[in-house]
Nanobody
Framework: QVQLVESGGGLVQAGGSLRLSCAAS????????MGWYRQAPGKQRELVAL???????NYADSVKGRFTISRDNAKNTVYLQMSSLTPEDTAVYYC???????????????WGQGTQVTVSS
């Protein structure tokens, strides 16, 4: 009923930039928090950045100053602008959203299928 679709992943050289997008669709009443997570091979999934419906943000220490999360509430879309990329940023990046549905009021935590980001040295 609610789906998140990521786009913008790919291969980039170290020092380069990439912008990820995640669009939510379906029977949506409102969206509270939206975030980006990543999972590298052999590692746990970790929070990269979070943004609330009011625009407050939090970042992992490893990406502070390099990544920027933003959202367009009219489009139900969240973005992650990534700059000064290093090979350690290589991972599958997942979008997450806390969604209230309509007309039946349900609270759902929804995940995208993930998009691969590979940074070459």
């Amino acid at each position: 009923q609610v789906q998140l679709v990521e786009s913008g992943g790919g291969l980039v050289q170290a020092g380069g930039s990439l912008r990820l997008s995640c669009a939510a669709s379906g029977k949506i009443s409102s969206i509270n928090d939206m975030g980006w997570y990543r999972q590298a091979p052999g590692k746990q999934r970790e929070l990269v950045a979070l943004i609330t419906s009011g625009g407050s943000t939090n970042y992992a220490d490893s990406v502070k100053g390099r990544f920027t999360i933003s959202r367009d509430n009219a489009k139900n879309t969240v973005y992650l602008q990534m700059s000064s990329l290093t090979p350690e940023d290589t991972a599958v990046y997942y979008c997450n959203a806390a969604v209230r549905t309509w007309p039946l009021i349900r609270y759902l935590e929804v995940w995208g299928q993930g998009t691969q980001v590979t940074v070459s040295s």
